[in-house]
């Protein structure tokens, strides 16, 4: 006799819990003969804007974490991840993906997570300096987070593409709300019950599914967003992104490529593009 | 208990003879053209405007005002002068830098003198300051031109291409060195734009371009107002955008460039927390404090213009900032002994005189000491608003003036949610004694320069820049190439 599959109700996360989207609205994955894989919330601003007051109050106490501390945690992701690897596999497949290249996107996030997570304390290092100054001060420049980072995760690569932007956000102590690719959204909520086994505190990540159209205008104009990340190439999204991101000079970062397994898709300098410098002075004679 | 000086007996048993420096070793034209392609150049439209001393609004100078149709010229001319300029050698290109520095050096005196001419700024300050930090700012940048793989590890810079700069008023030749100075060390070309109000050392540094051989058109010079701004910031041939300003203005460039390839770095408006714990040294805290925002006649977008004072030493430090008020001598720009100089502009004079009211009808009791401004030009005496809050326009918006909000504290919570509940994040000041309080505080509070026990001091390795709406990017150091280059 065969039994039927239990599906699952795919939700949002935000402040480390699962809520539907308090829209009530949702829209339909298919599969590639145009089956119905899911239906998945369609994210509001409400939602939106509910994930920047949890991400805003995570964010102090995430940045002030130990860096050995912050890399142990994004090393836990990954070892949570591998323990799930044939979920991700599967979901990456019924996405559309052959299995071989839904295998080796589950294998590179996961080492991307353990890259970065081998970031923590050492970024810091390579880009701040001690600055000799003609005058009797002591002064050095080192790196501090931005804040709250929103970002539209790439559309292809849905598992390795919001890995590799959620991770340096986050090993930088930031506080992220991501929103996922709206074509294939699957892995990014099941990611989100990883980071949620992963010690991940409320709040850090927050991760939505919904339409660019609507979110990216509301992503880009909120007061308390401090950056915005673009993966993609509509150069109509950056234009608007841009426009808004004016409102609150919020730091932005428009990442093109379309291929995120290459070796370049990893780099401290994804880490630093959420950082700011701060630069301290104190006299040396009294 | 600390007994108020009579400071009024004190100034009258001690007069200062004037001590004014010579304007006699300078050379200043009575008009000016546009620096374009190596060689100054008339204005196609033909239109001049007036640089005035806003020490007695007489007129200086006559200088040219770029159209759209000069920008053009300007950035025709980088961009034709980019394909050398960025195939020389790092070593040569460093030696042009170098060699900027030393005709800066040479030409200090005459440079200081027109700053203070131009601007208001006190003597001493430009001699001082502005122009020696303008020279040394060359020779740090001139030392990386042939460094820069040094700088990125594990990456290949390339430089942008053609720099449109805009600068501000405040620290007119040190802006432009700060601009100007990065850009060719990595390679890039420039249009710069002083201010309408402050165009002279720019346009002498024009001559010292000229002076040191560097190939016509890398660095382009050109004059005007807000309207010219717009014309380098709108210029289709412009790959990057660098502007020292308001934050009214960097939002406008951020949103005019959307969508373009233009790269971006701004340096904007601020309104500093200076924090005042009961256990700092407070005789240097107070001088501190005044140096923190009576430099420059406050015309400082890092000045320290919201001061907190913890609660137990309050009147103790507000009565000694007052006494040492006394003492400050508001006068000619050129006299030696000036410690706060004329008000840059009418324009910014009546902005700070407005602020002054908004002040007063919010309720706030100002303090100003008695001093004789003189009778002609533009002049504001040092100036405290005692009980205000956080909900003072004077303590929320940048005046840009000698204007300091005083407010007081207990708790080091406090004070720490108190300095970062504004959209500005430029700079700050701590002091104590107590060095585990320095860091704690250095590290909550969210300002790109932290001064601990000292306030108001730059230096061309030190990165200068903000957080939040004062800007991003960062200016000075090895940081401050990144805004510059470009990665393989």
């Known amino acids: 006799m065969s039994r039927l599959d239990v599906h699952k109700t795919y939700k949002l996360y935000i402040g480390g819990k699962f809520p539907r989207t308090e829209s009530g609205r949702y829209y339909s994955v298919n599969n590639t003969k145009g089956d119905l894989i899911a239906n998945m919330c369609l994210a509001s601003r409400k939602d939106f804007r509910n994930a920047v007051v949890v991400a805003r109050k995570a964010q102090q106490s995430w940045a002030n974490k130990t860096s050995l501390n912050k890399g142990q945690i994004l090393y836990r992701i990954a070892e949570m991840l591998e323990g799930r690897k044939e979920q991700f596999i599967a979901e990456l497949v019924l996405q559309g993906d052959t299995k071989k290249a839904a295998q080796s996107e589950v294998d590179l996030a996961i080492d991307r997570l353990v890259y970065y997570a081998g970031w923590s304390g050492k970024f810091q290092q390579l880009f701040s300096t001690v600055n000799p100054v003609c005058s009797a001060h002591f002064n050095f420049s080192n790196l501090e987070p931005v804040g709250i980072v929103a970002i539209i995760a790439p559309e292809k690569q849905s598992l390795l593409g919001l890995v590799s932007m959620i991770a340096p956000a986050m090993v930088g102590g930031n506080t992220v709300i991501i929103l996922a690719s709206e074509s294939n959204p699957l892995t990014a909520i099941s990611f989100a019950e990883v980071l949620n086994s992963s010690d991940v505190p409320d709040g850090v990540v927050n991760i939505l599914t919904g339409k660019k159209d609507e979110l990216i205008h509301h992503m880009a104009s909120h007061m308390d967003v401090n950056s915005i990340i673009y993966c993609g190439q509509d150069q109509k999204v950056i234009k608007t992104i841009s426009e808004l991101a004016s409102k609150n000079l919020k730091r932005t970062a428009f990442y093109k490529k379309k291929d995120w397994s290459s070796d370049e898709s990893e780099s401290p300098y994804f880490i630093e593009k959420t950082q700011e410098i701060k630069t301290t002075w104190h006299p040396t004679e009294f | ?488």
């Not at chain 2, 400050?328 to 005189?353: F, H």
């Not at chain 2, 007081?408 to 300095?419: L, M, P, Q, S």
């Open chain 2, 1 to 488: 208990m600390h007994k108020t000086i009579d400071t009024n007996i004190f100034k009258a048993s001690w007069t200062y003879h004037e001590a004014p420096e010579s304007t006699s070793h300078v050379h200043v034209k009575k008009q000016y053209e546009l620096f374009i392609d190596g060689k100054f150049t008339k204005p196609v439209k033909g239109n001049y405007f007036n640089t005035i001393d806003p020490s007695n609004n007489q007129t200086i100078s006559r200088v040219a005002e770029a159209k759209t149709e000069d920008v053009d010229k300007a950035v025709k001319a980088a961009r034709k002068a980019f394909k050398n300029w960025s195939a020389l050698t790092g070593k040569e290109r460093g030696k042009y830098i170098f060699r900027i520095a030393r005709l800066i050096q040479e030409r200090a005196r005459e440079f200081a003198v027109i700053e203070s001419l131009d601007g208001g700024k006190p003597i001493r300050e430009s001699r001082d300051i502005d122009i020696p930090l303008a020279a040394n700012h060359f020779f740090y940048y001139a030392g990386w031109a042939d460094k820069l793989s040094y700088a990125f590890p594990n990456r290949k810079v390339q430089p942008i291409g053609v720099a449109g700069q805009i600068i501000p008023w405040n620290f007119p030749l040190l802006m432009a060195a700060w601009k100007i100075a990065p850009a060719l060390a990595t390679g890039n070309t420039v249009v710069l734009k002083p201010a309408e109000t402050t165009p002279l050392t720019a346009l002498k540094l024009a001559e010292i371009i000229n002076e040191s051989g560097l190939p016509k058109g890398v660095v382009n010079i050109i004059t005007g107002a807000g309207e010219t701004g717009a014309a380098i910031v709108n210029h289709p041939d412009i790959d990057k955008i660098a502007f020292t300003g308001s934050t009214g203005v960097g939002k406008y460039i951020q949103n005019a460039i959307a969508g373009t390839a233009k790269k971006l770095t701004l340096e904007l408006g601020g309104k500093g927390a200076n924090i005042i714990f009961e256990d700092a040294a407070i005789d240097q805290a107070v001088e501190g404090i005044v140096n923190a925002i009576f430099f420059n006649q406050g015309h400082v977008c890092c000045a320290g213009s919201r001061l907190f004072v913890q609660e137990s030493v309050a009147n103790l430090v507000i009565q000694k900032l007052k006494d040492r008020m006394n003492t400050l001598i508001v006068g000619k720009p050129l006299d030696k002994n000036t410690d706060i100089g004329a008000i840059n502009s009418k324009k910014q004079l009546k902005t700070i005189e407005n602020y002054i009211k908004i002040g007063l009808n919010e309720g706030g009791e100002i303090y100003q000491p008695v001093c004789d401004l003189p009778k002609k030009g533009n002049w504001c005496a040092p100036t405290l608003f005692l009980n205000v809050s956080q909900s003072h326009r004077v303590v929320q918006e940048e005046i840009f003036g000698p204007v300091l909000a005083v407010q007081t504290f207990r708790t080091i919570e406090e004070v720490i949610e108190k300095a970062n509940n504004t959209p500005y994040g430029l700079s700050a000041g701590v002091w104590t004694q107590k060095g585990s309080k320095i860091f704690h505080l250095t590290q909550k509070l969210n300002a790109g320069v932290v001064w601990a026990n000292t306030f108001n001091k730059f230096d061309p390795s030190s990165p200068f820049g903000g957080y939040k709406e004062s800007g991003f990017g960062r200016e000075g150091g090895l940081h401050g190439l990144k805004a510059y280059v470009k990665f393989d």
